[in-house]
């Protein structure tokens, strides 16, 4: 978890750095006031999490000092879950408890009279599943959730469901949406880079990709700096109204079959691309209507973004 003063009467609190999280991060530390402070988040069991992250907040200077209580406001973004498509019933209700106790615990550590708002990130992948061209023609808020029974997509569903009711009822919030496209990171990054970033690594070094799905398998591919500046961009410049839920796409303007970025990679490291094809129902294609991407999102191109990877692996 991160707290970051972006000036005496705004805090944002990060839970979560993975891929997506600590690219948000690193968009709000860039400016020159920005002030962060890094806790261990202990995501053994909703319960540590949620202590964990309560004990954090309480040790933290309060928000607006030197300020009146009742101005500022404090935005808190979810970034965290290691839940996939393959991921089991179970481990799915972990994460949903496991991000229900985490937020609970950030907003009500808030001080009375700030506004409040959430963030969270979403899965763009988990609608397009079985809804090719995903989201139709309608507006994003009107499409319907696809009725598949995965566990993955079910949680996603649900974890955006619990995000919208808390802009009702008696202390409601601003909460915001990003159904974010298969995301990936430079090769370097901590933790999960992605598959683009791991078949680039890979190949360069003449080792094996594992690859869950097929050669016509269509995907959608966004970088996660470009994901995590959009994430921070929206949140400096919101106009915070409590009880709305706002909805966004990130994704690239078109989708690449498995076919396709494996010859991306090889013709940007010039050499063959070793991989081990694995059946798996994780094979459907996700595409997404482009005019419904959010305005102000644009996906760096992947061919340039791949052809980079592998200059930074040499460097």
């Not at 999280?21 to 968009?27: L, Q």
Request: contains cysteine.
């Amino acid at each position: 978890m991160r707290t970051i003063d972006l000036d005496d009467n705004s805090r944002v609190i990060v839970l979560g750095e993975g891929q997506v999280g600590s690219a948000i991060s690193r968009s709000f530390l860039r400016t020159r006031t920005a002030v962060g402070h890094q806790r261990r988040t202990n995501w053994a069991t909703p319960e540590t999490a949620a202590r964990s992250t309560a004990d954090a907040l309480r040790d933290l200077q309060p928000a607006g000092t030197g300020h009146a209580s009742t101005s500022g406001r404090t935005t808190v973004i979810w970034s965290a879950g290691t839940a996939g498509m393959t991921t089991s019933k179970e481990r799915c209700d972990q994460n949903l408890a496991t991000m229900k106790a985490s937020i609970s615990a950030a907003l009500d550590s808030v001080e009375t009279g700030r506004t409040r708002s959430l963030h969270i990130v979403s899965s763009a992948g988990a609608h397009a599943h079985s809804a090719p061209r995903w989201p139709s023609s309608r507006p994003s808020l009107e499409s319907e959730s696809p009725a598949v029974d995965v566990p993955y997509i079910q949680l996603k569903i649900a974890e955006e469901r619990w995000a919208q009711a808390l802009t009702a009822g008696p202390d409601p919030i601003d909460a915001t949406i990003h159904r974010v496209a298969s995301v990936y990171a430079r090769p370097d990054d901590p933790g999960r880079s992605g598959m683009v970033a791991a078949m680039v690594r890979n190949a360069s070094r003449g080792q094996v990709t594992p690859i869950f799905g097929n050669w016509s398998t269509m995907r959608n591919y966004v970088h996660a700096d470009d994901v995590g500046e959009f994430v921070a961009r929206s949140v400096r410049v919101a106009d915070i109204a409590p009880g709305r839920c706002t909805e966004t796409l990130l994704a690239d303007r078109r989708s690449y079959a498995i076919g396709e970025l494996v010859k991306l990679v090889s013709r940007a490291i010039r050499r063959p691309v070793p991989l081990q094809m694995i059946a798996a129902e994780n094979a459907q294609n996700h595409t997404f209507n482009p005019s419904k991407i959010a305005d102000g999102f644009a996906a760096r191109s992947l061919p340039t973004a791949i052809r980079q990877m592998f200059v930074d692996l040499q460097t």
